[in-house]
């Protein structure tokens, strides 16, 4: 069975101090990892899209990478507007649901 | 704003009812995909729909079903309803019927009482 595990649960920044945040995954055979960002009682809100090892994406201050085991999804100078939980998925070759870590949850102070 | 449109936006019913959740894709997707997520459980994947046939299940209830209709807007039904389904239930939509990026809507958070 696919499993997501991501760490830490909780990060608490200063306005400014980048950070990581760490996606563990295994699946038969990988399509996609995805990560999202959904704020309270709202949608999650898609980011990127990784495919292969190696794969980098960015977007603002956000950028993903992959390996074959994990992702990590770099924060860079964030800013309090990027508070929010950041969830992680993986879709198998040989399916087409998404399954998704527990997430991690972003607090940037000002 | 992710295009895909949920409603109703809350819904609160007791045990044993029957509710139905409605939504509607983004314009020019044709894959449906049906989550549920509650606090201990989290995001969990319940079906998928692809132009109007069922594509894919997740741990769906035997007392959940859903569909897809010809304007490829889908359902979400609900029966017997125990306070243990109380969550937020949330469409997504997708261009094709496997891998891509999936766009989620705003959610139906349901409270059973």
């Known amino acids: 069975e696919d499993q997501v595990t991501q760490s830490p649960e909780a990060l608490r920044l200063q306005e400014g101090e980048s950070s990581s945040l760490n996606c563990s995954y295994t699946?038969?055979?990988?399509?996609?990892l995805f990560w999202y960002r959904q704020d309270p009682g709202k949608g999650p809100e898609f980011l990127f899209t990784l495919y292969s090892a190696g794969e980098e994406k960015e977007k603002e201050r956000l950028k993903a990478t992959l390996t074959k085991k994990e992702s990590f999804l770099h924060i860079t100078a964030p800013k309090p507007e990027d508070s929010a939980t950041y969830l992680c998925a993986v879709q198998p070759s040989n399916d087409y649901k998404l399954s998704f870590g527990a997430g991690t949850t972003v607090t940037v102070r000002a | 704003d992710s295009g895909v449109t949920q409603t109703p936006k809350h819904l609160i019913t007791a045990t044993g009812q029957r509710v139905t959740l409605r939504c509607s894709p983004r314009s020019g997707d044709l894959s449906v995909y049906w989550y549920q997520q509650s606090l201990d459980q989290g995001l969990q994947f319940l079906i998928q729909y692809y132009n109007g046939e069922e594509r894919a299940k997740g741990n769906i209830l035997e007392r959940f079903s859903a569909q897809q209709f010809p304007d490829l807007h889908s359902e979400l039904n609900l029966s017997s309803l125990e306070l243990g389904d109380s969550a937020l239930y949330f469409c997504?939509?997708?261009?094709?019927?496997?891998?891509?990026?999936?766009?989620f809507g705003p959610g139906t958070r349901l409270t059973v009482t």
């Open positions: 699946v038969s055979g990988l399509r996609g």
């Open positions: 997504a939509s997708s261009v094709v019927s496997s891998g891509g990026e999936q766009y």
